[in-house]
């Protein structure tokens, strides 16, 4: 079973930055795209970001577009997201993802979770005001 082991979480200020890591095996991370998911307390998972497998174009929930950045780095096997100017409303376990889907389809997922191909167990952010 591949393990996507995503870290960064925590608790921070309205307005502060955070990011998010997420180590991937070798052959998941430079062959599928990785994409972020995020759940609060009583709502539905909700898509977040991704990029495609080269790395070469990405996709954002309107919700963080202009905040938050996705990038893969090929040298450590990770995909981050780098989060600026948090907000309450941005408090949520963030799940990382990967996946042979285009990231436009990925997108629309969130409702299928369970189907992409591999995800972590999830890292906690929590944005006070």
């Known amino acids: 079973q591949v393990q996507l082991v995503e870290s960064g979480g925590g608790l921070v200020q309205a307005g502060d930055s955070l990011r998010l890591s997420c180590v991937a095996p070798?052959?998941?991370?430079?062959?599928?795209?990785m994409a972020w998911f995020r759940q609060a307390p009583g709502k539905e998972r909700e898509f977040v970001a991704a990029?495609?497998?080269?790395?070469?174009?990405?996709v954002y929930a309107d919700s963080v577009k202009g905040r938050f950045t996705i990038s893969k780095d090929y040298a450590k096997n990770t995909v981050y997201l780098q989060m600026n100017s948090l907000k309450p409303e941005d408090t949520a376990v963030y799940y990382c993802?990967?996946?042979?889907?285009?990231?436009?389809?990925?997108?629309?997922?969130?409702?299928?979770?369970?189907?992409?191909?591999?995800w972590g167990r999830g890292t906690q952010v929590t944005v006070s005001s």
């Open positions: 070798e052959r998941t991370f430079t062959y599928f795209a």
């Open positions: 993802a990967a996946d042979k889907r285009t990231i436009a389809t990925i997108a629309r997922m969130a409702d299928q979770f369970s189907a992409l191909s591999y």
């Open positions: 990029v495609a497998w080269s790395g070469g174009s990405t």
